[in-house]
C-alpha cells in the first residue's frame, strides 16, 4: 500500500494544485518511484489510498498496467491518516501481512524484496521463537534527518523500543499484519504512532536500520535540493 492522502500543507503552493506523491523528482513522480521498485522486486499488486486531489492520482497511474502492476485505489475524501487509511483499504489488503511506504518519501534504491519474510516465525538469525511474541509490525528506520534529530525508536537486537539512548527515524516503510488494525473503523480517522508505540512496549515490533539513499520530500527546499543539477567529479 502507498500512503497518497495527505493535503502536503508544507509543500504549498506546490501541492495547491497537484497532489504531494505526483510531485517529480528527477522527472519521475515520487509515486512512480515506488512502484517501479515494487514491481522490479515482485510486488505488482498495489493499493493507493488518497484524498486530496485524488481524481489526478488516478488519472496519472491508471490501473496500473503500464508499469506492470495492478493498483486498486482507496478513495477517503478526506484523510483518514496512516492507520485510518489502512483500517478503510482492508478489504482491499488481504489476510495476510503486507507492505506500505509513505508516498511522499524518496528512497530510489530500497529493494522491496527484503519485506517478504520479515514477519516469519524466526528470527532474522533463524531461530524459532514462540508464535505469542511473533512481531505485528516490522519497521524500516533510517539516520536521524536534520528536521528530527531526536528520532522516534530505538532498536535492540532487532527490537523496536520506544526509548533507549540512541534514537532513529521511522522511514515511512514498514511491514504489517492486518489484525493489527482490529481496533481501528473503518471509515474513522486514526494515527498510527500510538498504536506502534502500543506494540512496541509489549516488545511485539521489529525492525532494522536502512542506510541507502532516502529523503522526507517535505518542503519545497527538499524537493528542489533533490532535483538540482548533479555535479560532475573532478577527475
Known sequence: MIFAA?????????TDTCPKPLLKVRGRPLIVWHILNMVRAGISDIV???AHLGHM????????????????????????????G??????????????TVAGDIYCPH???SKVADVLEANDPWGNPHPIDKRDVAWLYLV?????????????????IANEGEEKFTFSGIGVYRPEM??????????????ILRE???????????????????????????????????RS
Do not use: C
Open 6 to 14: 495527505g493535503r502536503g500543507e508544507r509543500m504549498r503552493p506546490l
Open 48 to 50: 493507493i489510498n488518497h
Open 57 to 84: 492520482i488516478e488519472e496519472a497511474l491508471g490501473d496500473g498496467s503500464q508499469y506492470g502492476a495492478t493498483i486498486a485505489y482507496s478513495a477517503e475524501g478526506t484523510a483518514l491518516e496512516t492507520a485510518g
Open 86 to 99: 489502512i483500517a478503510k483499504a482492508r478489504h482491499l489488503l488481504g489476510d495476510e501481512p503486507f507492505v
Open 110 to 112: 530500497f529493494d522491496f
Open 143 to 159: 539516520k536521524n534527518p536534520a528536521h528530527n534529530l531526536k528520532g522516534d525508536f530505538a532498536l535492540h537486537n532487532y527490537a
Open 181 to 194: 488494525f482490529d481496533s481501528v473503523t473503518p471509515g474513522d480517522k486514526a494515527a498510527l504512532a500510538p
Open 199 to 233: 506494540y512496541a512496549a509489549r516488545g511485539q515490533v521489529g525492525g532494522e536500520v536502512y542506510r541507502g539513499d532516502w529523503t522526507d520530500v517535505g518542503t519545497p527546499e527538499r524537493l528542489a535540493q533533490l532535483n538540482a543539477p548533479l555535479i560532475p567529479a
